[in-house]
């Protein structure tokens, strides 16, 4: 049974840092990939960042890059999203998720249709 965990959500002061776990079992991350996207009340899916099955390149979208960093410890199947300088437009609810489709061992575009199991979100929080 494919499962997604997220974990490591809480509440920070702005400029501070979280670190989230998306945990799978069901199946290996090597070679899937793994998608990190946030939802914040009120406003679509937004998709941040997606980490390869094969190689482990991660890519970011202009929102978060080079403030958010992801990676993945296969041996533990679980990836990381390491969320740095947080900021008021950045609190939501977290979710990690695999790509649909044959070709799941590459990130498609960071768009929701284009994944297919979900973990439960995490709840992310900033403020002073």
């Known amino acids: 049974q494919v499962q997604l965990v997220e974990s490591g959500g809480g509440s920070v002061q702005p400029g501070g840092s979280l670190r989230l776990s998306c945990t799978v079992s069901?199946?290996?991350?090597?070679?899937?990939?793994i998608g990190w996207f946030r939802q914040a009340p009120g406003k679509e899916r937004e998709g941040l960042s997606c980490i390869t099955g094969s190689g482990g390149d991660a890519y970011y979208t202009d929102s978060v890059k080079g403030r958010f960093t992801a990676s993945k410890d296969e041996a533990k199947n679980t990836v990381y999203l390491q969320m740095n300088g947080l900021q008021s437009e950045d609190p939501a609810v977290y979710y990690c998720?695999?790509?649909?489709?044959?070709?799941?061992?590459?990130?498609?575009?960071?768009?929701?249709?284009?994944?297919?199991?979900w973990g439960q979100g995490a709840q992310v929080t900033v403020s002073a």
């Open positions: 069901g199946f290996s991350l090597d070679p899937i990939s």
């Open positions: 998720a695999t790509p649909t489709g044959r070709f799941n061992y590459l990130c498609p575009p960071l768009q929701p249709d284009e994944y297919g199991y």
